[in-house]
């Protein structure tokens, strides 16, 4: 199947700085790559969608300054979290799409996630 | 408004069978996914089905009915590492998936 990767798995930063989360799809080209937020015992949050060279479309309530994605290539995708605050301090996990045919173009393939923690 | 429902948590014995019920309303339809999650992991894939009808697949098979909004994960001869989190999603109109919160299934010996 397809493989996604995600870094860092884990990363722990101090209130002000800011984070990049990398986002790759291995083996095959991502069309359209979803970042999502998850917090403690609750389901995934989509935060943002994202097709390779434009703009990304951002949920209600997700601050686009804030949570800066860019997705300049067909397999890359990141996620910059800006002058972080503990509130941020979440699960982050991307996910691709982007087969060829039959539930292969809409299934979403997840990356590993990454835990990121504001002190 | 689109909506996802499903159980909160269920509880089954180890070597049982479970089903693991989901209702959606979407605007418009292409497809309904299965994903488990793990504890502090990200979610895989089980099953995608947008036809009616049920679709096997080893121990863990999948139902739609498009015309009840309704889908069923049933997990059989359950092993204690099928204890998770199982994630139902609907596919709109717009190919987005809209999320249910999830089941947390316990397992018990």
């Known amino acids: 199947g397809a493989v996604v990767s995600q870094h860092p798995s884990w990363v722990i930063c101090k209130s002000g700085t800011s984070v990049k989360i990398e986002c790759r799809s291995l083996?095959?080209?991502?069309?359209?790559m979803f970042w999502y937020r998850q917090f403690p015992k609750q389901s995934l949050m989509l935060m943002a969608t994202s097709n390779e060279g434009s703009k990304a479309t951002y949920e209600q309530g997700v601050e686009k300054d804030k949570f800066l994605i860019n997705h300049a290539s067909l397999t890359l995708s990141t996620l910059t979290v800006t002058s972080a605050h503990p509130e941020d301090s979440s699960f982050y996990i991307c996910?691709?799409?982007?087969?060829?045919?039959?539930?292969?173009?809409?299934?979403?393939?997840f990356g590993p996630g990454t835990r990121l923690t504001v002190t | 408004g689109q909506n996802i429902d499903q159980p909160t948590e269920m509880t089954a014995t180890e070597g049982a069978i479970v089903q693991i019920n989901c209702t959606y309303q979407t605007s418009g339809f292409n497809g309904l996914f299965w994903y488990q999650q793990h504890a502090g992991e990200a979610p895989t894939f089980l099953s995608y089905?947008?036809l009616d009808g049920l679709e096997e697949k080893g121990r863990f098979s999948s139902f739609l009915s498009r015309s009840k909004g309704y889908s069923y994960l049933l997990l059989k001869e359950l092993q204690m590492k099928d204890s998770a989190s199982y994630l139902c999603?609907?596919?709109?109109?717009?190919?987005?998936?809209?999320w249910g919160a999830g089941t947390k299934l316990i397992i018990k010996p």
């Open positions: 999603a609907a596919m709109d109109s717009n190919y987005q998936l809209i």
């Open positions: 996910s691709a799409r982007g087969g060829t045919s039959g539930s292969d173009s809409y299934e979403q393939y």
């Open positions: 089905n947008v």
């Open positions: 083996d095959f080209q991502a069309t359209t």
